[in-house]
């Protein structure tokens, strides 16, 4: 599966020289060149991994950080920074960042950090995932509310990634890409077929969360109080 990469860096010939790289190592890469752009990007999800230099126009790097983490966007976050200063390492530490590398920096360096962060990822993931009063029990692949249900291997991946990315919309693409990773036959019929077990088994918990969306997407795990 190639990895998504999202590069926020508003000084254009480095970044074209940067995304070049990435690019000839074997990720997809999308710019932004300022931090609106970057939030609103990010907002379309499925990104592997997000670069953001912190002094960008409209909206800094670190602001831009604060929106993508309220919108409960894990994905790991390299800041970009031309200046050494501690402060400004731990603002954009307590506001979410996982790296850090200050200009000028090698690409060697910049692409083994991706890798550590991307491949650290699943890491990070609890084994317990809760959602109102639902729980997803990954190592056993059951959710429970008043009561449980077993889930199949692709119900779980898909509820797993709906509960990490909940109250936002998600594209069949993107839930494509994530849950059923370039395995043949698969296509983004499946996702609906697969939202719609999950709905079932969510009824069957009396669950106080719902998927919304209709067959053609997106779809969106709601986590507010249902009538």
């Known amino acids: 599966m190639i990895m998504r990469l999202l590069l926020?860096?508003?000084e254009k010939e480095l970044s074209r020289a940067v995304r070049a790289v990435l690019e000839h190592t074997g990720y997809e890469v999308d710019a932004a060149y300022d931090g609106e752009e970057a939030v609103e990007l990010a907002r379309g999800g499925g990104y592997d991994c997000m670069i953001l230099?912190?002094?960008m126009p409209k909206m800094d790097g670190i602001e831009a950080l604060r929106r993508i983490r309220a919108?409960?966007?894990l994905t790991p976050v390299i800041m970009l920074t031309a200046k050494a200063e501690v402060d400004d390492r731990?603002?954009?530490l307590d506001a979410g960042a996982d790296d850090y590398l200050t200009k000028p920096f090698s690409m060697g360096?910049?692409?083994a950090r991706i890798r550590s962060r991307t491949r650290r990822k699943e890491d990070y993931t609890p084994r317990l995932l809760e959602a109102g009063n639902v729980k997803l029990d990954l190592a056993r692949q059951e959710i429970s509310g008043e009561n449980a249900v077993r889930l199949s291997k692709h119900e779980s991946a898909?509820?797993?990634y709906l509960m990490l990315n909940r109250e936002r919309a998600l594209p069949s693409a993107e839930i494509l890409r994530h849950v059923w990773d370039g395995e043949e036959n698969a296509s983004e019929e499946v996702v609906w077929v697969y939202i719609s077990y999950l709905r079932t088994k969510l009824q069957a918990v009396a669950a106080t969360i719902?998927?919304?969306g209709a067959p053609e997407g997106?779809?969106?795990l709601e986590t507010g109080a249902q009538g």
């Open 8 to 10: 926020a860096e508003d």
């Open 210 to 212: 719902r998927i919304s």
């Open 218 to 220: 997106p779809f969106c």
């Open 90 to 92: 731990i603002t954009g």
């Open 53 to 55: 230099d912190i002094m």
């Open 109 to 111: 360096e910049l692409t």
């Open 158 to 160: 898909l509820m797993e």
């Open 71 to 73: 919108s409960g966007d």
